[in-house]
């Protein structure tokens, strides 16, 4: 972690940038962290409030859109090659393409505050050929709201940031566990009732 925070006091909005973007196509950074200690920096005065906001949504934003990029460019034949080791099949895809386009991107906008989950989103939106007018809206309004969040809580908290910043990540690692524990449930039950009919 002290890593992450001299790159940021050392380069500042760039080295928030480039850390987000890396962070979100899926490189191990301490995002909610970062983006707290970079409001902790607004706080003292090292940043402005206008650019770090701009550096955040930016990153998050490149980042996200590489993801997609991946997961149009290469998910689909991952998929086709080695979705049957997973038993993943090519009708299974198209029945996650039509939920995706029905209310997964939803997912793009909330899955920010998720760890982890983040990560999937852009790919698997990517994979199931999202409309990119459809991810822009969703992801780029998730980028604009999870910057805002963590970038102000770092600002209002000031001195307290360490307590507040790992008491946060703990809360959102949870939620992560609690929601992959929810679509796991969800997909044993149908898949239960299917075989049954």
Same mark, same amino acid.
């Given at each position: 972690?002290?890593?992450?925070?001299?790159?940021?006091?050392?380069?500042?909005?760039? +080295?928030?940038?480039?850390?987000?973007? =890396? *962070?979100?196509?899926?490189v191990?950074? /301490? @995002?909610?962290?970062?983006?707290?200690? &970079?409001?902790?920096?607004?706080?003292?005065?090292?940043?402005?409030?206008?650019?770090?906001?701009?550096?955040?949504?930016?990153?998050?934003?490149?980042?996200?859109?590489?993801?997609?990029?991946?997961?149009?460019?290469? +998910?689909?034949?991952?998929?086709?090659? =080695? *979705?049957?080791?997973?038993?993943?099949? /090519? @009708?299974?895809?198209?029945?996650?393409? &039509?939920?995706?386009?029905?209310?997964g991107?939803?997912?793009?906008?909330?899955?920010?505050?998720?760890?982890?989950?983040?990560?999937?989103?852009?790919?698997?939106?990517?994979?199931?050929?999202?409309?990119?007018?459809?991810?822009?809206?969703?992801?780029?309004?998730?980028?604009?709201l999870?910057?805002?969040?963590?970038?102000?809580?770092g600002?209002?908290?000031?001195?307290?940031?360490?307590?507040?910043?790992?008491?946060?990540?703990?809360?959102?690692?949870?939620?992560?566990?609690?929601?992959?524990?929810?679509?796991?449930?969800?997909?044993?039950?149908?898949?239960?009732?299917?075989?049954?009919?």
């Open positions: 972690m002290e890593t992450f925070t001299h790159l940021l006091s050392e380069y500042g909005y760039f +080295g928030l940038f480039g850390l987000l973007m =890396f *962070g979100i196509i899926g191990p950074v /301490p @995002e909610e962290t970062l983006l707290t200690f &970079a409001g902790v920096l607004v706080y003292r005065g090292h940043l402005q409030l206008g650019p770090t906001l701009l550096a955040a949504f930016l990153g998050s934003s490149c980042g996200i859109t590489v993801s997609y990029g991946l997961g149009r460019g290469v +998910g689909r034949v991952v998929t086709r090659r =080695f *979705g049957r080791f997973v038993r993943v099949t /090519p @009708e299974q895809m198209d029945r996650v393409e &039509a939920w995706f386009e029905r209310v991107h939803w997912g793009l906008l909330w899955g920010y505050f998720l760890p982890g989950i983040r990560h999937l989103t852009a790919v698997v939106a990517g994979a199931t050929r999202l409309r990119y007018i459809d991810f822009a809206v969703f992801a780029y309004t998730g980028a604009l999870w910057s805002l969040t963590f970038v102000s809580l600002a209002l908290a000031g001195k307290q940031w360490v307590r507040i910043s790992g008491q946060i990540h703990e809360n959102l690692l949870i939620a992560s566990g609690v929601v992959v524990a929810c679509v796991i449930v969800a997909l044993l039950v149908r898949r239960l009732t299917a075989t049954r009919r």
